[in-house]
């Protein structure tokens, strides 16, 4: 393995964990969208991630799973809580969550990330019934 996906792997873990101390600071639906903050950054960091994981180097072969793998059981425990709370709606699927996280971050434009994700948890809040 070399050092890169090493660090990929460090990074993820201390992400992954920042929701533990978040979820013991803030009531739920705030813990939720603090992490999601922190996930945008961690994004938006990762600038050659993307070329990495389909560079075709085995180093970086398992860092998609490895993601997946970490961050979906913290998304899934943070949307719980906030559903169980009654802050959001329930049903939120964590990988669509994960991916349309990825998908709004702009990594020159941390303003714009941060009224899409805002904009994202408000639509979360709203109860159909």
Not at 65 to 92: H, K, M, N
Not at 102 to 112: F, G, L, M, N
Request: one cysteine or more; charged letters at 25%.
């Amino acid at each position: 393995m070399r050092i890169e996906s090493s660090v990929f792997r460090h990074e993820v873990d201390a992400c992954a964990a920042a929701a533990s101390a978040l979820s013991d600071r803030y009531e739920p639906i705030e813990a939720l969208a603090r992490w999601l903050h922190r996930f945008a950054h961690f994004v938006a960091t990762k600038r050659g991630l993307k070329t990495a994981l389909h560079s075709g180097d085995p180093a970086y072969e398992n860092l998609p799973a490895y993601f997946e793998q970490r961050f979906v059981p913290v998304v899934a425990e943070l949307l719980d809580a906030a559903a169980a709370s009654g802050g959001i709606r329930s049903g939120v699927v964590p990988y669509d969550l994960l991916r349309a996280i990825s998908s709004i971050v702009e990594p020159d434009d941390e303003a714009y990330t941060r009224r899409m994700i805002d904009l994202l948890v408000d639509g979360l809040r709203y109860q159909t019934g």
